[in-house]
Structure formats: C-alpha cells, structure tokens
C-alpha cells in the first residue's frame, strides 16, 4: 500500500512518504502508522491511534503495535501511569515492604526525610520509640525563649 524512506527524527522513526492523505508539508509520517496502515489495508482515521505495546517508540513491527481511538489510547496511558508510578518502599519501623506513590517518594527524598511507613501506627511508633520532637514541640520552646 505505501512505500516509504525511513528518517529518524527526534523519539521517533518518519516515512517520507509524499503521497499520504495526512503527510506533513514536507511529506513525513510517522512509521508505526504506514506500518499499521499497510498491515490492515486502510488509512487510519483522525481518531486513530497507533500504541506501541513494549513502549518502545523505535521497535515499529506489527506484533508490538495496536490500533486504538484516541479516547483508548489516553484511558491506557491512564492505567500504565497508575500502575508504574509506585515505588517499592521498606517500612522503617516494621520492615515491611510496600508501594509508596512515586511523586510522593520523590518529594519526601527531596526534602530530605529518610523514613517511610507502611501505615500510621508504624509511624508513631518508630517517633515514639526514637524519642522524636515534633515541630510543635520544637514551637513551644521558641515560644518559652522568646
């Protein structure tokens, strides 16, 4: 169906392929789409989306693509993002392993906390036990000095 030049720009692999309904002004398309355009037989809609299953933007064979409508394709990023942003986290108190949000891992790194906990009461009981001051406590000492 088409035939095209192979062109590497940027993420991604292009077809330079002048004659394509949905070509740029200088004539590329993006590969996975003539690769799946030429497995099926048709041009893909607007609404048509080609995802890449490994994730891989550069492996374009026709077993690691899959044709979806825009909507699917934005619903499944959804759920991979839900799913691959959690990070394997070791309680501190009790050793248990579990999943902490990614973002909050991050933020909690970045202000320097050391610490995790699979749950409240773990919480507390590590404060309790390490003879931590809360800030609040710290507050009513500047309060009395000053």
Wanted: aromatic residues 12%; hydrophobic residues 25%; glycine residues 8%.
């Amino acid at each position: 169906m088409w035939q095209w030049k192979r062109i590497k720009k940027g993420d991604y692999y292009y077809g330079l392929c002048k004659e394509h309904p949905f070509a740029t002004k200088n004539g590329y398309v993006l590969e996975h789409r003539l690769v799946a355009e030429n497995h099926l037989g048709r041009t893909l809609s607007k609404n048509e989306v080609v995802h890449h299953k490994d994730g891989n933007r550069y492996n374009n064979s026709w077993k690691n693509l899959e044709v979806m409508t825009r909507d699917g394709h934005s619903q499944r990023h959804a759920t991979l993002k839900k799913e691959e942003c959690r990070i394997k986290v070791v309680c501190s108190f009790c050793g248990k392993t579990f999943l902490e949000r990614g973002g909050m891992y991050k933020y909690k790194v970045r202000i320097g906390r050391k610490e995790f906990f699979c749950s409240r009461s773990c919480s507390a009981k590590f404060h309790r036990s390490t003879s931590f001051k809360p800030n609040r406590e710290l507050k009513k000492l500047r309060y009395l000095k000053g």
